[in-house]
């Protein structure tokens, strides 16, 4: 049988999560700016040569873990067709795997998100919630309240990305109080208040 998906050798993705480890580490102790190439080859166990066989520089390597961070967030917002009752439905769903995800891996998501020393990961997140609310305006559910209410689509767009990747980051800081079904099923209520009171 001849399988055709490339697979990544385990000990270049073993590598790849030792130096991510290392980074979560280190941006836990000090300002980005302070970590080099030695102290972070150190930290992981690897030798110098090992980071460049994987990375240009730390830029590269912040860029290339955000573009790890984005798949795998839509990986997990795209598992398993949804074949629910309603739209609604269907977005808590993806709202509930995407914070899952997210408490999952709670201590990468709360070093690089609440860090006000790199942006590139917030900044990826923002554009994954942007997209998902683009397109659920793209499908009418909230065009009566933009027309009604002569708010610009984009300008909901912004809101609506902003308030929920703010939520989650105050969420993290707290430490996840509430259950990602639970802290869904609030966003989803607060959204729906406002159709209503907008109606």
Known sequence: MNNTTPRTDPRILRTRQLIKDAVIELLQEMDIEKISVNRLAERATINRVTFYL??????DMLEKMADEMVQDIRQVMNRNPLNLNSTDEEDLLILVRMLE???EHAEFYKVILTSQQSTVFRDRLLSVITEMISTRLERGESDSNISTENIQKDITIWYGSSALIGTIIAWLRKDMPYTPLFLARQIALLRSQYKDENM
């Open 54 to 59: 994987h990375y240009r520089d730390i830029p």
């Open 101 to 103: 995800h997210i408490q």
